[in-house]
């Protein structure tokens, strides 16, 4: 299995407030994905990073941000949560094969 | 607009037979087709992945078919047993300059496969 952790593994927090979720991983990969997934949607691509420093938005990255400060280390922060981002947030890291991508066991995220 | 479709969200079959999933694509540029198997509480694990210039890859009791002229690939699992119980989700990857290789997800298919 690949190095990825996430924490938290579970959180519920209030409208309105910030969160961070972190992605931690052993592998010294270079790239670093955050995807949520919701019913009836699959995984969408939230953000994901080439380097440290160099990031870039996926395909729902409103209200989403994220860093990278290090190799090993990828953040996702909501500055300000909705109840629209109550899901479940999977980060997932590559290395040089350009076809697979391994995935962290997830955090899930109630916004009431 | 859904890039990746899997339109059946469900199927079931009985132990030891055939599972067919399918998976409908419509974007012509993709240069891998991925598919990966998530049981609930946990991260998706991949299984098996095909290059668009091939139109077969097969693993053990895991082949995965694409046809290119339909923009359609499919997952045979033959035998099916019963740990095989699970969500599968289409993948599809593009090599795009200047950025990462990002993935492109199928909605899923809760495979249940009966004792």
């Known amino acids: 299995d690949a190095g990825i952790t996430q924490s938290p593994r579970h959180k519920v927090t209030e409208t309105g407030t910030p969160v961070t979720l972190r992605c931690h991983q052993t592998?010294?990969?270079?790239?670093m994905y955050w995807y949520r997934q919701d019913p009836g949607h699959g995984l969408r691509l939230i953000h994901y990073?080439?380097?440290?420093?160099?990031?870039d938005k996926g395909e729902v990255s409103d209200g989403y941000s994220v860093s990278r400060s290090k190799t090993e280390d990828f953040l996702l922060t909501l500055e300000s949560a909705t109840s629209s981002q109550t899901s479940v947030y999977f980060c997932?890291?590559?290395?040089?094969?350009?076809?697979?991508?391994?995935f962290g066991p997830g955090t899930r995220l109630t916004v009431l | 607009d859904q890039q990746v479709k899997q339109n059946s969200p469900s199927l079931s079959v009985q132990e030891g037979r055939i599972s067919i999933l399918n998976c409908d694509y419509t974007?012509?540029?993709?240069?891998?087709f991925l598919w990966y198997k998530k049981y609930p509480a946990e991260g998706p694990t991949f299984l098996i992945s095909?290059?668009?210039?091939?139109d077969k890859n097969e693993d053990g009791r895991f082949t995965v078919f694409l046809n290119k002229s339909a923009k359609h690939l499919s997952l045979h699992i033959v035998p099916s047993q019963p740990g095989d119980s699970a969500v599968y989700f289409c993948?599809?990857?593009?090599?795009?300059?200047?950025?990462?290789?990002?993935?492109?997800f199928g909605s899923g298919t809760q495979l249940t496969v009966l004792p």
């Open positions: 997932a890291i590559s290395g040089a094969r350009p076809d697979t991508q391994y």
């Open positions: 592998e010294n990969h270079r790239y």
């Open positions: 990073s080439y380097g440290v420093k160099d990031t």
């Open positions: 974007n012509s540029m993709f240069d891998y």
């Open positions: 095909i290059s668009s210039i091939k």
């Open positions: 993948a599809a990857f593009l090599i795009s300059s200047g950025s990462a290789r990002q993935l492109t």
